[in-house]
């Protein structure tokens, strides 16, 4: 069949994008990259800009792991032993012993009794919380949580939901008070770091007003944080977001494999009676392929590299090279949200001004992107710049030039 009645309207719908300015538009293709050399990080070809390279600024490899010799040697050799792909999902052709592995060594990374893997964070967070809300269950989430969240809640149908203001701890208490009587279990849901910001969720206060509440609910306020760009970039030893605040473990932390640790895949780590259920449970886990055995041997390597002497030193120049950017903005007159975080926005406050500031970057050989309503709120139209540790200080400062000459461009 042509499709033709179909492919009209879905073209108007698209065309509707393009005139509200929200569509996202033609996305880059990298056909090369070149290695890191002469004092500056690995530079990226694109498909119709011939030999021009260019600096990434909007990858969520905050390790620089994703190029690492040892990380894709391990892929590399596990692939060859156990096959590209892993044929079938686990329940029905069986896991592989990097999988559990991997698995293993995640719990331990976060002090927890059990991990799992999901083929991405977004499964991960989509199948723990609709698996874990039923009829007699409320959800409560901060307003600016990402998209797998809120589609999650969608899905999942709880009893009740409500959304308290960002980072607003008074609001979050007034809820969980005001739930009372109406479920019998409560979901308070947060990213770590929120990643159109940068900031973090004060997971140590979360952790305490939930405590507070528990003995209320007859089958307890449980918390579950998305640290997907927490974990690997945030905190002491890159433990994420908790360990930044310092704060008692949540209930259920989501991480990812595909930011910090440069690979791929999503994970789930808890206490073992609920990593069991959700691999009873969790159809995005039970009916979709794992990651391949190579990915999980990869992971592990980087998690290797993360917990030794080299992962210190990574996230020791990662923090430099943030805290430089920071201060370079500042200097120029940018107005950014400070923080810890490699995330580091700036923000413009209009969506014309973003576009044209994005495309003045990309003449200028910087990849970096616009954030336009309503991938955020009206009037928090930003650039999204995220810091990784195979840059350099060159880098940085090459950016910074750049940023310089785009605004003088006006």
Do not use: W
Not at 96 to 113: K, P, T
Not at 147 to 159: E, G, Q
Not at 166 to 174: G, I, N, P
């Amino acid at each position: 069949m042509p499709m033709d009645r179909l492919a009209g309207v879905v073209e108007g719908l698209v065309a509707g994008l393009e005139e509200q300015g929200t569509a996202k538009g033609a996305e880059v293709v990298v056909r090369e990259v070149i290695p890191a050399g002469d004092g500056h990080g690995p530079r990226f070809l694109l498909e119709g800009q011939g030999d021009k390279p260019f600096i990434r600024m909007n990858a969520n490899s905050y390790l620089g792991l994703s190029l690492h010799p040892e990380v894709i040697e391990a892929e590399e050799v596990t692939a060859r032993a156990m096959g590209a792909g892993p044929g079938a999902v686990r329940f029905i052709a069986g896991t592989h012993i990097q999988h559990v592995a991997l698995e293993r060594a995640l719990a331990d990374f976060h002090g927890r009794q059990e991990g799992m893997i999901f083929s991405s964070a977004y499964a991960a967070v989509v199948s723990a919380l609709v698996s874990l809300t039923d009829k007699a269950t409320f959800v409560l989430s901060d307003e600016l949580n990402h998209n797998c969240i809120i589609n999650a809640i969608r899905m999942s149908r709880p009893a009740g939901k409500g959304i308290f203001p960002h980072l607003d701890m008074a609001a979050l208490d007034r809820q969980l008070e005001g739930a009372k009587g109406k479920a019998r279990r409560v979901l308070v849901v947060t990213d770590g770091i929120f990643s159109m910001r940068g900031d973090h969720a004060p997971v140590d206060e979360i952790m305490e007003i939930a405590q507070r509440h528990d003995p209320d609910y007859p089958e307890n306020v449980v918390v579950v944080v998305d640290d997907s760009h927490g974990v690997g970039a945030f905190g002491a030893t890159g433990r994420g977001t908790e360990e930044y605040t310092n704060s008692a473990p949540c209930d259920i932390l989501v991480g990812t494999l595909g930011k910090a640790f440069g690979v791929n895949g999503g994970y789930v780590v808890s206490s073992a009676p609920v990593v069991r259920f959700l691999r009873e449970s969790s159809p995005l886990y039970i009916y979709s392929n794992p990651i391949t055995a190579g990915e999980a041997a990869a992971a592990m390597k980087s998690l290797e590299i993360l917990t030794g002497p080299e992962g210190a030193r990574r996230l020791s120049h990662l923090r430099a090279l943030t805290r430089r950017f920071e201060a370079g903005l500042l200097k120029r007159g940018f107005e950014i949200i400070p923080g810890d975080h490699p995330i580091v926005p700036i923000m413009v406050r209009g969506t014309t001004e973003t576009r044209r500031l994005v495309a003045a970057l990309f003449d200028a050989g910087v990849l970096a992107t616009g954030l336009a309503y309503p991938v955020v709120p009206r009037g928090d139209e930003s650039i999204r710049f995220q810091i990784n540790a195979d840059h350099t200080e060159a880098g940085i400062d090459q950016v910074l030039a750049a940023l310089s000459a785009s605004r003088a461009q006006k």
